[in-house]
């Protein structure tokens, strides 16, 4: 029996009053709000933010990519899935899911903010709305909390309010707000997330300097370095034993793709038995690809090369997701894509990946409902 799907990365459209009606009142007048593009669309505004963040890639799913466009898009043109719960499941009954990991849009540029004080008002206020969308479908949506990570015992607490808030995770900001996440300053807080059995998410376009804004060439090769954050963040966890060290914390690393992870594995592996004397690597129990098999998580779209090496990954890590309804998603053609996609798979091996892994990570309360049963 196929299952309904489950998506382990879709995200929101912040609506106008996401900020603004939500956010610390101290922080009202500079809250991130919604102007006109200068094309005639929506953007946000956001202070510390270069330039306004454009809502047209935002809920751009289902477009023909030759539409595909950053400005002249208003926000009432948007799909209205994006930020209204109740309208959210009609149009992923289209694509077959049947629950979904929610994750931010404005919310992810927000993470490169300097002023770490305006960052966690924002934070703040994006949950608390965030908690009227899920509460909308209690049983398909589940939302991940954000957290500001100013200091290591605040990041602590505010791991606990997300999880009274009724959030499964926590998308963590690329760049905490003390030294980087290899100190061991930060084992209270592995700690507590494993406690509160809270997985943690590190999200593409959430870390600085991840190449977006810097490539050689045509700006379309910019694309080719989005997932290089992540794949920093996963190196640095491993070779500085934050896996050795707590054994059971789960790392998600959000639409950076798989394909890439055998080799990544295997480059790890050799520099730590060739360089780790004169390159001063920490000692590890276990070779870094153990680590990377057992406590972090993949997930990923339309990454077909997964599936073809999936035999060298660990297959209860991988997670499939449509994007919905961000540009770079499958929806609503979802279906056919695995059909092709997963061809290869054993009808086992696509629950796990599509349904079984992320209902287990989250502990998540939904039915595992026959595809067929979606399709009717």
């Given at each position: 029996m196929l299952k309904k799907m489950i998506s382990s990365d879709s995200h929101i459209t912040e609506p106008p009053h996401c900020y603004v009606d939500f956010i610390d009142p101290k922080f009202k007048d500079r809250a991130p709000r919604m102007i006109d593009d200068g094309a005639g669309g929506s953007a946000f505004e956001v202070e510390g933010v270069k330039r306004p963040i454009n809502v047209g890639l935002a809920a751009a799913a289902g477009k023909d990519p030759a539409d595909l466009k950053g400005r002249g898009i208003k926000f009432d043109d948007l799909w209205r899935s994006g930020w209204d719960g109740k309208a959210r499941a009609a149009d992923q009954d289209r694509d077959g899911i049947a629950a979904e990991i929610i994750y931010p849009t404005v919310g992810m540029m927000l993470c490169n903010l300097e002023d770490m004080d305006y960052k966690k008002a924002c934070f703040d206020a994006y949950n608390r709305w965030l908690q009227t969308f899920v509460?909308?479908?209690?049983?398909?949506?589940?939302?991940?909390?954000?957290?500001?990570?100013?200091?290591?015992?605040?990041?602590?607490?505010?791991?606990?309010?997300?999880?009274?808030?009724?959030?499964?995770?926590?998308?963590?900001?690329?760049?905490p707000g003390v030294a980087d996440y290899d100190?061991?300053?930060?084992?209270?807080?592995?700690?507590?997330?494993?406690?509160?059995?809270?997985?943690?998410?590190?999200?593409?376009?959430?870390?600085?300097?991840?190449?977006?804004?810097?490539?050689?060439?045509?700006?379309?090769?910019?694309?080719?370095?989005?997932?290089?954050?992540?794949?920093d963040i996963m190196g640095?966890?491993?070779?500085?034993?934050?896996?050795?060290?707590?054994?059971?914390?789960?790392?998600?690393?959000?639409?950076?793709?798989?394909?890439?992870?055998?080799?990544?594995?295997?480059?790890?592996?050799?520099?730590?038995?060739?360089?780790r004397f004169w390159m001063k690597g920490q000692e590890l129990e276990k070779l870094p690809s153990e680590y990377f098999k057992e406590?972090?998580?993949?997930?990923?779209?339309?990454?077909?090369?997964?599936?073809?090496?999936?035999?060298?990954?660990?297959?209860?890590?991988?997670?499939?997701?449509?994007?919905?309804?961000?540009?770079?998603?499958?929806?609503?053609?979802?279906?056919?894509?695995?059909?092709?996609?997963?061809?290869?798979?054993?009808?086992?091996?696509r629950n796990i990946v599509c349904h079984d892994n992320v209902k287990k990570l989250y502990n998540l309360p939904v039915k595992e409902e026959p595809l067929a049963m979606a399709a009717e």
């Amino acid at each position: 029996m196929l299952k309904k799907m489950i998506s382990s990365d879709s995200h929101i459209t912040e609506p106008p009053h996401c900020y603004v009606d939500f956010i610390d009142p101290k922080f009202k007048d500079r809250a991130p709000r919604m102007i006109d593009d200068g094309a005639g669309g929506s953007a946000f505004e956001v202070e510390g933010v270069k330039r306004p963040i454009n809502v047209g890639l935002a809920a751009a799913a289902g477009k023909d990519p030759a539409d595909l466009k950053g400005r002249g898009i208003k926000f009432d043109d948007l799909w209205r899935s994006g930020w209204d719960g109740k309208a959210r499941a009609a149009d992923q009954d289209r694509d077959g899911i049947a629950a979904e990991i929610i994750y931010p849009t404005v919310g992810m540029m927000l993470c490169n903010l300097e002023d770490m004080d305006y960052k966690k008002a924002c934070f703040d206020a994006y949950n608390r709305w965030l908690q009227t969308f899920v509460a909308d479908a209690p049983n398909r949506l589940f939302g991940l909390g954000q957290i500001a990570l100013r200091s290591v015992e605040e990041g602590i607490r505010e791991l606990e309010e997300v999880k009274k808030m009724g959030f499964v995770g926590v998308m963590m900001p690329g760049n905490p707000g003390v030294a980087d996440y290899d100190d061991p300053i930060y084992d209270p807080f592995w700690e507590a997330a494993i406690a509160l059995e809270m997985p943690l998410s590190f999200h593409i376009l959430t870390i600085k300097a991840n190449g977006i804004e810097q490539h050689r060439g045509p700006r379309i090769n910019s694309f080719q370095s989005i997932i290089r954050g992540c794949q920093d963040i996963m190196g640095m966890l491993i070779f500085s034993g934050v896996f050795q060290r707590h054994p059971r914390l789960k790392i998600c690393c959000v639409e950076a793709d798989a394909g890439w992870a055998p080799h990544f594995m295997y480059r790890a592996d050799h520099a730590y038995k060739r360089h780790r004397f004169w390159m001063k690597g920490q000692e590890l129990e276990k070779l870094p690809s153990e680590y990377f098999k057992e406590n972090i998580y993949l997930t990923f779209q339309d990454d077909w090369v997964a599936f073809k090496v999936k035999d060298m990954l660990n297959i209860e890590r991988l997670m499939w997701a449509n994007d919905f309804p961000h540009s770079d998603s499958t929806w609503p053609w979802s279906q056919e894509i695995l059909a092709e996609h997963a061809a290869e798979l054993t009808e086992d091996e696509r629950n796990i990946v599509c349904h079984d892994n992320v209902k287990k990570l989250y502990n998540l309360p939904v039915k595992e409902e026959p595809l067929a049963m979606a399709a009717e």
